[in-house]
């Protein structure tokens, strides 16, 4: 049979056809399973931003709590440390107390709500 020239018959146009076909389906569905990929790279990267970040954060609020806590504690102790004892406080009031009830300026009542008062104080 002899070999024709020119152009290319119906079967060579579609093998051809279906060749670029094939080929162009390949190339396009390797493109999205690239893209799809980045894009998971990328929203992973971006999560673990934020947890950093949120740690971060967290840190920081634990160190100003931490100080917080220590500014309090120093501010009590201080205090602590310039008040005069407060049991000896109430046994001056009620020495004086037990006084004025002796010159008779205090009834017993007035001097036992005083009393108790001063203790419960």
Same mark, same amino acid.
């Given at each position: 049979m002899p070999r024709r020239m020119g152009r290319p018959g119906l079967m060579g146009t579609m093998a051809r056809t279906a060749v670029i076909a094939g080929t162009a389906t390949a190339v396009s569905g390797a493109v999205k399973k690239k893209g799809a990929q980045s894009a998971a790279q990328q929203q992973q990267a971006a999560a673990a931003q934020q947890q950093a970040a949120a740690a971060q954060q967290q840190e920081v609020a634990d160190q100003a709590a931490a100080t917080a806590v220590a500014d309090v504690q120093a501010q009590q102790a201080a205090a602590a440390a310039t008040a005069p004892p407060?049991? /000896?406080d109430r046994m001056a009031?009620?020495?004086e107390l037990g /006084?004025?009830?002796t010159q008779g300026l205090l009834t017993d /009542? /007035?001097?036992a709500a005083e009393k108790a008062r001063i203790l419960a104080g």
């Open positions: 407060a049991s /000896e009031k009620i020495k /006084e004025m009830k /009542e /007035e001097f």
